[in-house]
């Protein structure tokens, strides 16, 4: 029987007094406060879009804001309309968020534009097609990728966009693959510091996993980006047949995206009302860590799946690097890199200091890979080698009741 907890009764009546007699804690951060790159008239406050809606329609409307339709979460090569891709985690992200953001008195609109920007830069094939980026980089430039660096890039480099330093830290921060039991900000003055810190990130993957975001909604995106995908993943893999759903340990969290969900919830909210930092109680901390765990074991380092994608992703992957540097270096004009790639992103009409096309190369390629869909990738590299051995066959609806037929 699922375990749905509550919140206290007595912080309920304290929240409800708050809201009564106007005491709530002014924990959010203010609009008036917000820091841009440079000021521009059309990105001035108005009563009806606030200081951060901007941004949250800059996001939406980014060119690449699309492509999360068809970039995996976790499962690919599948085609299962039941299976989620990664344009629902952010929304699922951002509904979290906000449900906590709310009771808590932060900022909704940061909140928001942290959670649907926060994976805008993730490269196709999931967790695993960033590894093969990450090497394919480091390997061509000595530089590293990870996917909350390169949201950065997408809104501030790709597309000049004027985001602020806030929103642009908290996606830069958001890394949920490290939990922590409490998120204090971590101060942030000026556009100096954040960028000699994102430079550090290239040069250095280990300092992504020690950046800590600079507000209270920073904090709330990171942890609920691991609260939404903890559960969710799972109820994939059980669609998948891959794991059976009795595999998993009871804790104090649960064992079910819902039971994750409401009871992750409310112990932050129980934990940080009315606190400068976020955080939750330690048998939930240890609770949200044993099943990170558990989904690792039996989903993300699943060999079947690695194995498939490794022998197929991975290679394609490289092959596409070596020849898009190799025609962009030559001037190839007629090449994707081009048509597709940097004459696409100069279509937009965003203020730059320099042209895009005079990106470091092994840079452009990377944007163009990371900006690539699940299917894209694969048909690039059919267009670009149709006679390579390497093919990645996706797995279709009907492909298991057709084995079954084959067997009788």
């Known amino acids: 029987m699922p375990n749905y907890e509550a919140l206290s009764p007595e912080l309920t009546k304290r929240i409800e007094a708050d809201r009564k007699n106007g005491t709530c804690p002014g924990s959010g951060f203010p609009d008036g406060n917000i820091l841009r790159r440079r000021t521009a008239p059309s990105d001035q406050a108005t009563l009806w879009r606030p200081a951060f809606v901007h941004d949250i329609d800059k996001i939406l409307h980014c060119p690449y804001y699309n492509r999360y339709s068809d970039k995996t979460q976790v499962f690919s090569l599948i085609k299962n309309d039941d299976v989620s891709r990664r344009s629902l985690h952010v929304q699922l992200v951002s509904r979290i968020s906000r449900m906590i953001g709310r009771v808590l008195g932060l900022n909704l609109d940061l909140i928001e534009a942290i959670a649907l920007g926060h994976d805008i830069g993730h490269p196709p094939f999931a967790h695993s097609g960033e590894v093969y980026l990450d090497e394919l980089y480091f390997r061509h430039a000595g530089r590293h990728f990870s996917h909350s660096i390169h949201s950065v890039r997408v809104l501030d480099g790709i597309f000049p966009t004027n985001i602020s330093l806030q929103v642009l830290d908290g996606i830069a921060c958001h890394n949920g693959e490290l939990e922590l039991e409490e998120y204090r900000p971590a101060a942030l003055k000026s556009f100096d510091q954040f960028d000699a810190m994102i430079e550090g990130c290239y040069r250095d993957p280990a300092q992504v996993y020690k950046l800590m975001p600079s507000t209270l909604e920073g904090a709330v995106v990171r942890i609920s980006d691991i609260i939404a995908y903890l559960g969710k993943d799972r109820q994939d893999a059980a669609r998948m047949k891959l794991v059976d759903e009795d595999a998993y340990t009871q804790t104090a969290i649960g064992s079910i995206n819902a039971e994750f969900i409401n009871n992750l919830m409310v112990n932050i909210i129980e934990n940080s ?136």
Request: charged residues 25%; aromatic residues 14%.
């Open 273 to 408: 009302y009315g606190t400068p930092y976020i955080r939750m109680d330690k048998a939930h901390f240890e609770a949200l860590k044993v099943a990170k765990r558990e989904n690792y074991r039996f989903i993300y380092e699943n060999a079947a799946t690695m194995a498939k994608l490794n022998t197929t992703v991975k290679s394609m992957m490289a092959e596409i690097y070596g020849q898009m540097l190799s025609d962009l270096r030559q001037g190839k004009k007629t090449s994707p890199i081009f048509t597709h790639h940097i004459d696409y992103v100069n279509q937009t009409h965003y203020r730059r200091e320099i042209p895009y096309e005079h990106s470091e190369p092994d840079q452009i390629v990377v944007d163009y890979i990371a900006s690539m869909t699940d299917d894209y990738l694969i048909d690039l590299h059919h267009y670009l080698f149709p006679n390579s051995g390497y093919k990645a066959e996706y797995v279709g609806y009907f492909d298991e009741e057709e084995g079954e037929q084959r067997d009788v």
